[in-house]
């Protein structure tokens, strides 16, 4: 028996060991599979295919490979701008590309200011001599923003079009929260500051809708002029003002209706357009499939287009998404990480810093640690410039005050001067529910803020004051960026909203131009040669894996889709805009710069939003 049991022993030791050897082998192909890089060697002679299932952004989001792995649902695709612009560019000027494909059935779309510049990219290709195509079951605005410049746009002839223009509805609680009595305490400066509106009021006020025709008044006409330009044939004026008339012309074929306005050039199936790719760029030797063509997909192209890097360092920072406390990010502009960010780049001698700028901006706190971290480096006596991108406003604006220059584009969103913050405290409702409060206080502060039992006017009285000198701090550092006086700024500031082509004309940004011309700007002032400096964007950690999690968790892409599936995704963003403004209501999270009238961004628009804290509570109640 004791012989047995020493061979049982080792047999239970040898399958441990086998275990724990093959688990080690699964981690380290696992671990293999995740940071496997694109090869160079996939990069054939054909079509550049431009497969753009997801939103066009400035910064990839970061993405946890095991959560999404084990939660089943897959992140929303995101193509960073300025790699699209560069591969874009690199085709045109490449021999091994016949023409760049352009795939937008799940296209969920991008900022104004990016799809222009990489409409722009298309255009260069087209003067190259190099056909551009598009291809989509259904257009909307910014699917056809991007297709004006093809060659030749293709629509399945179940799909069609439909431009809807900037605008339309926010959500009001103000009626919902009195019917709830739930108090909400708003303290705000800026008569045009409506990010608190929808906690006070049951429509939009005066103020605020004259600061919406004017901003969307101008970014529309940008739109339209963009569009024409690159495509003069289009029937705009038909398609966005007579759309009833328009359809029902084409007995409400929206495919031909499509054509017929000059929106797109053809009808086909995705394989007659296939075929029509294959006469340009050639047949796909690899695959006999119908509608198969020559072509290099975007991750292996920009693998084999890597940059060199010569000469001197110009950092580029990048600040995408809301601004808050914290580490978040990437996509997300922790104030911690960012300020790390910029403090570990004081040691790369950089010859100077360009500040790229894609946000509502958020939290005040964070804004600051942001602000002081670029004035670190402006202590260095290097130039500083700031390149504004879709949004910069509020917070946005806020990191952007210590530049020497400030670049945007006229489709840029900036301004938003103010400051507020909203607590809401539930006396009422919980005295509704048999639930009051008492106690002793020693002074008007004692026990305070209260959520259930209310606020003291004396707290009441000191937020309001600490909003009304954040905002004067706002003032200030405003006025002396752009050498004007506090009551200049003032009576631009107040929360109101501007295009980038009225911020030029006030004096909150110096030229236009993106971030290639603020780039040339900072090299100019640092006195660099041409050809003696390259770019490091900061903190730019690659994240190989993120294509394979997207095949392993989703497969083929489920968000294409015809008019009737877009119109579905636009009721989504709906309520996630709901879920956002509660959560912000119920989060409480201090003092904010943040503006409200900026179009949410597009990964807003693409997901709906989960609900967290005290929504996430609520919720799991409710159900």
């Given at each position: ?7 049982w ?25 995740l ?17 753009l299932?997801?939103v ?11 959560t ?9 695709t ?33 900022g104004?200011?990016h ?13 190259a001599?190099?056909?551009v ?18 060659s ?29 009595q ?27 809708r004259?600061n919406?025709?004017a901003l ?15 495509r ?16 029902a ?33 050639g ?18 192209w920009l693998a ?28 997300t ?37 942001i ?31 210590p ?28 005295a ?30 000191i ?10 701090d ?13 009551a ?42 041409e ?9 730019d ?28 995704r ?41 609900p967290?804290?005290?929504?996430k ?7």
């Open positions: 028996m004791s012989f047995a049991g020493k061979v022993r080792l047999l239970v030791g040898i399958k441990d060991g086998m275990s724990l050897l093959f688990l080690l082998l699964f981690f380290m192909a696992l671990y293999a599979l940071t496997a890089r694109p090869s160079p060697a996939q990069v054939r002679e054909g079509a550049l295919l431009l497969e299932d997801g066009v952004v400035e910064e990839k989001s970061e993405i946890d490979p095991f999404v792995l084990l939660s089943g649902e897959p992140p929303i995101e193509f960073q701008s300025r790699d699209l612009v560069r591969a874009i560019d690199e085709a045109a000027t490449d021999d091994r590309v016949k023409a760049v494909v352009l795939d937008l059935t799940s296209f969920l779309g991008g104004q200011v799809l222009q510049d990489i409409g722009e990219a298309l255009d260069r290709v087209r003067a001599d190099k056909p195509l598009s291809y989509a079951v259904a257009y909307g605005d910014d699917a056809m923003m991007l297709a004006s410049h093809a030749e746009v293709w629509v399945d002839p179940l799909g069609g079009a439909i431009i809807a223009g900037p605008g339309g509805s926010n959500i009001y609680f103000g009626e919902l929260l009195e019917n709830l739930v108090n909400a305490h708003i303290y705000k400066v800026g008569e045009y500051k409506s990010a608190v509106e929808p906690y006070s009021r049951s429509d939009m006020s005066p103020e605020a004259e919406y025709q969307y008044g101008a970014l529309w006409e940008e739109w339209q002029a963009n569009v024409k330009k690159a003069p044939q289009i029937q705009l004026d038909r398609v966005t003002q007579q759309p009833v008339e328009w359809i012309g084409a007995d409400g074929d929206l495919a031909t209706a499509a054509m017929e306005a000059g929106l797109v050039d053809k009808l086909g199936s995705k394989t007659e357009f296939g075929e029509r790719v294959a006469e340009i760029a047949a796909d030797t690899w695959d006999d499939t119908p509608g198969k063509y020559a072509h290099t997909e975007l991750d292996p084999d287009i890597e940059p060199e890097q010569p000469g001197k360092k110009i950092g580029v920072v990048t600040i995408a998404g809301t601004i808050v406390d914290g580490d978040a990010g990437p996509g502009a922790g104030g911690d990480r960012i300020r790390d960010i910029l403090l570990d780049a004081l040691d790369e001698d950089l010859a100077a810093l360009v500040v790229r700028v894609d946000s509502p901006g958020g939290s005040v706190t964070a804004s600051e640690e602000r002081r971290g670029i004035l670190r480096h402006k202590a260095k006596d290097i130039p500083i410039v700031v390149s504004m991108a879709n949004v910069a406003a509020s917070g946005g604006y806020w990191v952007s005050t530049a020497d220059r400030i670049f945007a584009e006229p489709e840029t969103i900036t301004g938003s001067i103010g400051i507020f913050a909203v607590i809401p405290t539930f006396e009422n409702a919980a509704n529910w048999g639930i009051h409060a008492d106690g002793v206080r020693t002074t008007p502060l004692s026990g305070q803020p209260d959520l259930i039992g209310g606020f003291t006017p004396e707290i009441e009285a937020l309001q004051s600490s909003i009304e000198n954040g905002y004067r706002f003032l200030t550092r405003v006025a002396e960026s752009r050498s004007m006086t506090p200049q700024v003032d009576a631009i500031g107040q929360g109101r909203v501007w295009d980038g082509g009225t911020a030029r004309q006030i004096g909150l940004v110096d030229q236009y131009g993106g971030l290639d011309d603020a780039v040339a700007w900072a090299a100019k002032q640092a006195k660099l040669e050809g003696g400096w390259h770019l490091e964007f900061l903190g950690d690659v994240q190989p894996y993120d294509s394979l999690i997207r095949q392993i968790v989703a497969g083929e892409s489920a968000r294409s889709g015809d008019i009737f599936a877009m119109v579905a636009r009721e989504q963003t709906l309520l996630a805009r709901v879920a956002s403004d509660v959560d912000r209501l119920l989060s409480v999270s201090g003092m904010q710069a943040y503006c409200l009238a900026c179009p949410p961004s597009p990964e807003a628009r693409a997901r709906v939003a989960e967290k804290g005290w929504l509570r609520m919720f799991a109640l409710l159900n």
